[in-house]
């Protein structure tokens, strides 16, 4: 059964201002959003209305108390103008398992999923059909009930924007092992598709850039041995033909790009290994020269290679390898994606 959304129409679309052509990652957005209140112990009438911005009381707990949790994916066009999404009922779970963590409520599946469809089905021509390019779709909930007292609070609001996005291009990427600060810890929020998560790695992100790294590898708050992720991407290292990834944790979260890697990885015979793995295990493959690959893996990149690492003050290259594991998941994953390809993991799930 379908939920009755209340839909409003802008009268004066933006897109003819928008180069198709050269679209930036997430900059643009498109006319409409999906929204929906919770108030009063339940989720109101959802509404799509004319992209706009949003009037909050100053004492709205968001800007104190940071409850908010977001999802990441994105809509794709094939050649036949179809449109596809990947795997949408795993953000649908994910963001409930993010608010429950978050003392928020959770949004409930129909809503979630007739609220996309109907959305994208209205924004169609906002996604893009060039090589990379899909519609990015940013769900998010976030607490809109007043009060300065620090409890969780009694109002929020769900909204679903997007923004028609190029390919997320970030160049060769270095990064830094990080030993001093943590992302997530034992108990912590890391599992969670939080806001907070974000806020506190910008500081050490920015310190890695300084001294000529793009990103931080994060390692276990206790130790700081264990490699646990790649920014805001789960990581993967190729030792030997041997692919490493770490198991999710409360520390780590659980990417749909990671399982999908895992996935493809056992469909080929690529031996994987979903354990812990230390940066001194790292370090010694690199001197031995069996360390063959790290990447990141995340909905915005797909796959990201690293082309090197730093640690204790020594930088370590990767070498440049032909037909690499990350070249080959990239064009399994975004072949699927794009409707380019069998898709025999059922992951493909059409819009219209
Ligand atoms: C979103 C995110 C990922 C990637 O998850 P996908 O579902 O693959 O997009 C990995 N790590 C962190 C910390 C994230 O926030």
Known sequence: MSTAIDIQK????KIFEVDFNNLPFGQITSDHMFICDYKNGKWQQPQILPYQNFSLDPSARIFHYGQSVFEGMKAYRDDKDKIWLFRPLE???RINISSERLAMPAFPENYFMDGLLALIKLEKDWIPQTEGSSLYIRPYIFATG???????????KFVIACSPSGS???????????EKYSRSANGGVGFAKAGGNYAGQFYPTQLAKAKGYQQVI???DNTHEYIEEAGAMNVFIRIGDTLITSPTSDRILDGITRKSVIAIAKDENIPVEVRKITVSELVEASKKGTLKEMFGA????????IHGFG?????????????????RF??????IQYNRAEDKFGWRYLVE
């Not at 802008?10 to 679309?13: D, E, K």
């Not at 997320?168 to 990080?178: A, D, H, P, T, W």
């Not at 990239?330 to 072949?335: C, M, Q």
């Open 10 to 13: 802008t009268s004066a679309s």
């Open 91 to 93: 953000n649908q779970r």
């Open 218 to 220: 994060w390692t276990d």
């Open 168 to 178: 997320y291009f970030s160049g060769k990427v270095k990064v830094l092992i990080e």
């Open 146 to 156: 007043i009060g300065f007292h620090a409890s969780p609070a009694d109002e929020y």
């Open 298 to 305: 995340g909905t915005a990149a797909v796959i990201s290679p």
């Open 330 to 335: 990239k064009k399994r994953i975004t072949d």
């Open 311 to 327: 640690y204790r003050e020594k930088d370590y290259d990767l070498p440049e390898l032909e037909n690499s594991y990350a070249s």
